[in-house]
């Protein structure tokens, strides 16, 4: 991949690593509410945007060079996003989360082969390896729990549109990446992808606004922890290291959300959940010290 210089106040894999960790918070977050996932899933986006909005620059917009067809990008990047929250939460109805995780972690190849012909990004063997024992280990991790829902192709199929999905909301949001202010972006990507499950929850007759304080408190926090350090970063890392690499830190979030529970929730260890956890994060490692590398080079070179 080619390495793109830039000006972050922080090394890029450290805050990759910040968002990684904020992105994995979610699923125990998510385990302690019982509240419709889609209506969390809306007023995690609209709080995120209304906490962003005093930090986004509004007039980058004269000199960002957007134009018609990047702005279809960036509504396409918010359909993408919502579109992939509504398929991933409604095959879980009909699928296990293994099975699905299984198929999610297909998204950095879906994003790598997406990156070779919309940015002639070549990736050498050595990052490809790594990349492919980072896979493996979630398959291992998985494997463990699939079984009872070996069957559920219309889950399977559903889980497969989200990593679809979620692949060209990555690839999209790199297109336009050097155009537009991160901050501006992920305000606009969330207001989309938040109204289109506000129009799901409407058209399922759900209930949005009587809740308890409680669950005010579980949105609040799921819009700060989970998309403001972590999608929001994700965002902002996407015109540095490029959405393949975003990509492949996004699988390390099972391994970190099964340690976390484990010290958290007192959630017991697999030896499925302890080898492939194992490899995944053997395999992220090389090809995040392999990336590094290009990335230190590529600054080295600039200065």
Request: proline fraction near 2%; hydrophobic fraction near 50%.
């Amino acid at each position: 991949m080619k390495v793109k210089k830039s000006s972050l106040p922080f090394h890029p894999y450290i805050l990759l690593f910040i968002s990684i960790l904020s992105v994995s918070v979610s699923s125990i977050m998510i385990k302690s509410s019982d509240t419709p996932t889609s209506v969390a899933g809306m007023y995690r986006l609209y709080l995120s945007v209304i906490i962003m909005l005093p930090f986004v620059s509004w007039k980058t917009l004269r000199s960002s060079g957007m134009n018609t067809k990047d702005w279809r990008t960036v509504l396409l990047a918010g359909l993408f996003l919502g579109l992939h929250f509504l398929c991933w939460m409604e095959s879980l109805v009909y699928t296990s989360v293994a099975s699905s995780m299984v198929i999610l972690s297909l998204q950095p190849l879906f994003v790598m082969i997406g990156s070779y012909f919309m940015f002639r990004e070549r990736s050498n063997i050595l990052t490809i390896l790594c990349l492919i024992a980072a896979l493996f280990g979630s398959v291992i991790i998985a494997w463990g729990d699939i079984g009872v829902s070996r069957e559920a192709l219309i889950g399977d199929v559903l889980s497969f549109l989200g990593t679809i999905l979620v692949s060209a909301y990555m690839l999209a949001g790199q297109k336009v990446s050097r155009k537009i202010d991160a901050n501006l972006y992920s305000v606009i990507v969330f207001f989309i992808g938040g109204s289109v499950m506000l129009v799901y929850s409407l058209s399922k007759h759900m209930s949005l606004i009587e809740y308890d304080s409680s669950d005010w408190t579980y949105f609040l926090l799921l819009a700060i922890i989970p998309t403001i350090f972590g999608q929001s970063i994700f965002n902002l890392l996407l015109k540095s290291i490029g959405a393949t690499t975003v990509s492949v830190g996004i699988i390390g979030e099972p391994v970190i959300a099964i340690i976390l529970a484990f010290f958290i929730l007192g959630e017991t260890i697999s030896i499925f959940q302890f080898v492939g956890g194992a490899m995944t994060l053997l395999g992220m490692s090389m090809y995040f010290w392999v990336q590094s590398s290009n990335y230190a080079a590529a600054q080295y070179r600039s200065n």
